[in-house]
């Protein structure tokens, strides 16, 4: 099993580049969450979702789009890239509301220059 | 604001003793705790929970203690193990689908 799996592990972009991050688990989880984590702070949630085809704002969402068209998979995109989106960047997923336990992947480190 | 905070960035303990991590929240409305584990270069795992009609949670060698009256808990390492070594993060649920994390506690843990 090969739980939650991100696409691309590293990346560099340009300021004003664009790319999609990939997310796909296979533990047919309902609930899916992309977090940026940066240095001194914990884990921010940027947006979530509840179910295929549905897709909702967390906490820092500005900047970032996500699309949920298949259950196992939730991408998040960076339309025009900034220095600010330098981060990592994690997704879980979990089978129920935030209480349970979510299950993330390694992460993908984006540097933007 | 961070709801959530864990004011120690790192502990240092030897094998075999107790490892003490503190998180402190502001937020009167959580009602649930998690404690997530980081190992360097891999995603968080979950290691143990607590609801806040509890006190005390025990889950082998690892234990989470809530005082709602001080917005404080606590989770217990007994005894500590060098595998321990981490970065330890206290969550709360902020709302039915939104997380509030710490920053993290690392903790290394001395053969």
């Known amino acids: 099993n090969a739980g939650v799996t991100q696409t691309p592990k590293f990346r560099v972009l340009k300021t004003g580049q664009s790319m999609t991050l990939l997310c796909a688990q296979d533990?047919?989880?309902?609930?899916m969450y992309w977090y940026r984590q940066d240095p001194g702070m914990g884990l921010r949630l940027i947006h979530y979702?509840?179910?295929?085809?549905?897709?909702a704002k967390g906490e820092v969402p500005d900047g970032y789009n996500v699309s949920r068209l298949k259950k196992q998979n939730f991408l998040l995109g960076l339309e025009s890239a900034a220095p600010s989106q330098t981060s990592v960047y994690f997704c879980?997923?979990?089978?129920?509301?935030?209480?349970?336990?979510?299950?993330f992947g390694d992460g993908t480190r984006l540097s933007i220059l | 604001d961070q709801q959530v905070k864990q004011n120690s960035p790192s502990l240092s303990v030897q094998e075999g003793r107790i490892s003490i991590l503190n998180c402190d929240y502001t937020n009167s409305m959580f009602d649930y705790f998690l404690w997530y584990k980081k190992y360097p270069a891999e995603g968080p795992t979950f290691l143990i929970s607590?609801?806040?009609?509890?006190d005390k949670n025990e889950d082998g060698r690892f234990t989470v203690f809530l005082n709602k009256s001080a917005k404080h808990l606590s989770l217990h390492i007994v005894p500590s193990q060098p595998g321990d070594s981490a970065v330890y993060f206290c969550a709360a649920p902020y709302n039915n689908n939104d997380m509030r994390f710490g920053a993290g506690t690392r903790l290394t843990v001395k053969p």
């Open positions: 979702s509840v179910g295929e085809g549905t897709t």
């Open positions: 533990m047919n989880h309902e609930y």
């Open positions: 607590i609801s806040s009609i509890k």
């Open positions: 879980a997923s979990s089978w129920g509301q935030v209480n349970q336990p979510q299950h």
